[in-house]
């Protein structure tokens, strides 16, 4: 069996899942706070994270399998996630996270994850920052030509 048709029937038995839990949810849904309604919501939260984990893996293992198949591929490929992996330990270098003491009694904010807020932010900058340039000198280029 071939991966295009394994793929096609597990997508087809999800969509059937959900539509169920979507039905059963309509049929229920009379009173918000009945317990039964909220087994359903609680199984049908448990079943899309299930569903995330499957695809996320899906496209993790088909990705490298496709990786394996061309070499140019493979090399382009592992250039974007070393450069990817370059900028995110910039980001992280960078970034204190020494704000957190504003934010720690609303919202419950440590200082560690007020620094990967802030490094998720520099990452952020520096792609949008590197696609505009990208942008940039790509049109001035064909200005030239």
């Known amino acids: 069996m071939d991966t295009a048709r394994i793929i096609r029937i597990a997508t087809i038995l999800l ?41 996320a893996l899906a496209a993790i293992v088909f990705s490298v399998l496709n990786l394996f198949k061309d070499a140019a591929k493979a090399k382009n490929a ?15 270098a960078i970034s204190s996270g020494a704000d957190y003491t504003e934010y720690k009694e609303d919202f419950n904010v440590t200082e560690g994850l007020s620094r990967m807020v802030s490094t998720g ?21 064909k200005v030239f030509k």
């Open 78 to 92: 592992i250039i974007g996630i070393v450069v990817l992996i370059a900028v995110i330990g910039v980001s992280y």
């Open 15 to 55: 969509m059937l899942v959900s539509v169920v839990f979507y039905i059963l949810l309509m049929v229920n849904f009379t009173d918000p706070a009945s317990p039964k309604l909220q087994s359903i919501v609680g199984s049908f939260i448990s079943i899309s994270q299930w569903a995330a984990i499957i695809a």
């Open 121 to 141: 932010l520099t990452a952020f900058f520096i792609f949008f920052l590197g696609a505009a340039a990208s942008i940039v000198v790509t049109e001035v280029s």
